[in-house]
T-cell receptor, first 110, second 113 residues
Framework: SQTIHQWPATLVQPVGSPLSLECTVEGTSNPNLYWYRQAAGRGLQLLFY??????ISSEVPQNLSASRPQDRQFILSSKKLLLSDSGFYLCAGTGYTEAFFGQGTRLTVV | AQSVSQHNHHVILSEAASLELGCNYSYGGTVNLFWYVQYPGQHLQLLLKYFSGDPLVKGIKGFEAEFIKSKFSFNLRKPSVQWSDTAEYFC???????????FGSGTRLQVQP
């Protein structure tokens, strides 16, 4: 079955520090991969999606960037975190049918 | 661009009440439709999906949804809710050939015993 491993589960970072969240996929090849941010009462906001290695589309202007160095690896990064980057970040993928999700990362910028 | 609207942001029901959560999408072509549920402290899980065929789709835990193409809707229903159905529910759309899976803003369902 398709699974996504996402880490860390929680993270506290100071303002201005860099960020790297990683997710890896098992059980499927060439998935479409997504980074979402989930805010209370605001649902899932699509940040980035990727259809293949090195291919990234940005949905919303951000202080964040994404990369896909390998077919099953998707990374969310920032050079300098802002307080407003705090939130719950979710990696997701779609293979041939429905989407599958990582466990999410709760990021708190202090 | 495709978008998904869930008009009910917070629904409170008593056990045994019937449930209907609205979902409307905007996209003129063929779509795949999904309902996901997120129980407190857990991952998003698939409740049901529609790709083609019978527009009335049965999912897990007694949930069903009906795709009405003319109304661009995919409402989620359950005849009798339980306390354990307390969760957040997300409608999602993926148009074949397009890349992004688009979610609605979610509906928080609270079932009171």
């Amino acid at each position: 079955s398709q699974t996504i491993h996402q880490w860390p589960a929680t993270l506290v970072q100071p303002v201005g520090s860099p960020l790297s969240l990683e997710c890896t996929v098992e059980g499927t090849s060439n998935p479409n991969l997504y980074w979402y941010r989930q805010a209370a009462g605001r649902g899932l906001q699509l940040l980035f999606y990727s259809v293949g290695i090195g291919q990234i589309s940005s949905e919303v202007p951000q202080n964040l960037s994404a990369s896909r160095p390998q077919d099953r690896q998707f990374i969310l990064s920032s050079k300098k975190l802002l307080l407003s980057d705090s939130g719950f970040y979710l990696c997701a993928g779609t293979g041939y049918t429905e989407a599958f999700f990582g466990q999410g990362t709760r990021l708190t910028v202090v | 661009a495709q978008s998904v609207s869930q008009h009910n942001h917070h629904v409170i029901l008593s056990e045994a009440a019937s449930l209907e959560l609205g979902c409307n999408y905007s996209y003129g072509g063929t779509v795949n439709l999904f309902w996901y549920v997120q129980y407190p402290g857990q991952h998003l899980q698939l409740l049901l999906k529609y790709f083609s065929g019978d527009p009335l789709v049965k999912g897990i835990k007694g949930f069903e949804a009906e795709f009405i193409k003319s109304k661009f809707s995919f409402n989620l229903r359950k005849p009798s809710v339980q306390w354990s159905d307390t969760a957040e529910y997300f409608c999602a759309v993926n148009a074949p050939g397009r890349r992004a899976l688009t979610f609605g803003s979610g509906t928080r369902l609270q079932v009171q015993p």
